[in-house]
């Protein structure tokens, strides 16, 4: 997908539900204003990051990121409330050691 694309997109305000799987990227998709979004699925796009804006999102039931380059899990992630977290999927991710004992420190913490 060509950076255009994806600036154009992340426009797209109103949006509920966006499936970009199996979509080579090239770049970290922006969410940041798609205030609407209930699902998100990235998985398999070779994304090496969480998408761009995702704390913001208040409606989100569904974000699947598994099966792509993710290693490095951002600090936000382990601060948010259980029922934000439970709804991301990052599965089939090489996942540094360091993020994640954060993740296994956050989910002992808030029961998962």
């Known amino acids: 997908m060509t950076e255009q694309a994806l600036v154009k997109l992340s426009r797209m305000r109103n949006l509920q539900s966006l499936d970009l799987s199996e ?4 770049a970290t998709v922006d ?6 979004l209930t699902d998100l ?3 398999n ?13 208040p409606h989100l039931d569904r974000v699947d990121l598994r099966d792509n380059d ?3 899990l951002p600090q936000w992630l382990f601060e948010t409330p259980r029922r934000f ?4 999927n990052l599965r ?7 993020s994640s004992t954060h993740l296994d420190n956050y989910r002992k ?3 998962i």
């Open 23 to 26: 979509n080579p990227l090239g």
């Open 31 to 36: 969410v940041s204003e798609m205030f609407e």
């Open 41 to 43: 699925s990235v998985r």
């Open 45 to 57: 796009t070779r994304t090496t990051e969480l998408p761009k804006g995702l704390d913001r999102l």
């Open 70 to 72: 993710i290693r490095d």
């Open 85 to 88: 977290s439970e709804t991301i």
């Open 92 to 98: 089939n991710n090489p996942i540094s050691d360091l």
């Open 109 to 111: 913490k808030v029961g």
